[in-house]
């Protein structure tokens, strides 16, 4: 904090990733931050492979958690206790973070083995394609810390690009994001029992499902890096 108080009124061209964090900045420097997301470039292959969704869920339900920082307190561990009280349905979580050596235990622990599935961290290209055949992306951070609060993480945004609706936690940047745009359900609660509930009524009520689809196909051309990066180069071609 000391080495921020002294460097932030010095800058003359600050951005972070959304505004709720530039206005934070503001209101304690007076220096104005513009925005720019972390967000995905435009898929252009939206095609699905037919033979992994196949070899991974065949007529099953597909839960996607993905993410290279995927640690303690951002719902990996409630997303996997879930998977106790969901028939039909995997889980995949993929990518890396502290959580990781816990997840593994707790399958053991709670006898889901056939359900969940932990893969490391992968090459975009591949991930992707699992994102793809997925029915439903997560992202269930927790609110205890400003970090989680304040976060709008890349998976949200390589879920859009697929084109899956989203079940995330009410962190009020990501839950405005879903909400306004109507392409996925904002959850209230961290219950393993609850969230499972929630989510078979997502996949029960086909209307507003379809309606999720509908609305990311819309989002999907409107969130993408071509876009968001235009900003960027205006700030660097201001630079002086």
């Not at 003359?12 to 505004?19: D, H, M, P, Q, S």
């Not at 303690?72 to 959580?99: C, F, H, K, P, W």
């Not at 269930?140 to 970090?147: A, H, M, R, S, V």
């Not at 996925?184 to 507003?208: C, M, R, W």
Request: aromatic share 10%.
């Amino acid at each position: 904090m000391g080495v921020e108080k002294f460097i932030f009124p010095k800058l003359k061209t600050v951005y972070t990733v959304n505004a709720k964090i530039a206005k934070i900045y503001f209101e304690k420097y007076k220096i104005p931050v513009k925005v720019i997301r972390n967000i995905a470039p435009k898929l252009k292959n939206k095609s699905i492979d037919t033979l992994l969704a196949e070899k991974i869920k065949g007529n099953k339900k597909m839960l996607i958690l993905q993410g290279s920082g995927i640690n303690i307190d951002r719902g990996a561990e409630e997303a996997l206790a879930m998977m106790q009280y969901l028939d039909n349905t995997i889980l995949y979580i993929i990518g890396s973070g502290d959580v990781f050596d816990k997840l593994k235990k707790l399958k053991t622990k709670y006898n889901i083995e056939g359900k969940v599935f932990i893969k490391k961290k992968m090459p975009y290209n591949e991930l992707i394609e699992y994102t793809k055949i997925a029915d439903l992306g997560l992202s269930l951070d927790k609110g205890t810390n400003l970090n989680y609060e304040y976060s709008l993480p890349n998976k949200v945004f390589d879920y859009i690009q697929c084109q899956i609706p989203i079940l995330t936690s009410n962190r009020e940047i990501i839950a405005n994001l879903v909400s306004k745009n109507t392409i996925g359900y904002v959850s209230d609660t961290h219950d393993p029992k609850k969230l499972a509930e929630i989510v078979n009524g997502i996949f029960t009520n086909q209307k507003q499902y379809n309606l999720y689809k509908e609305n990311l196909n819309k989002v999907s051309d409107l969130y993408t890096w071509e876009k968001e990066s235009e900003k960027l180069k205006e700030i660097f071609t201001n630079l002086k």
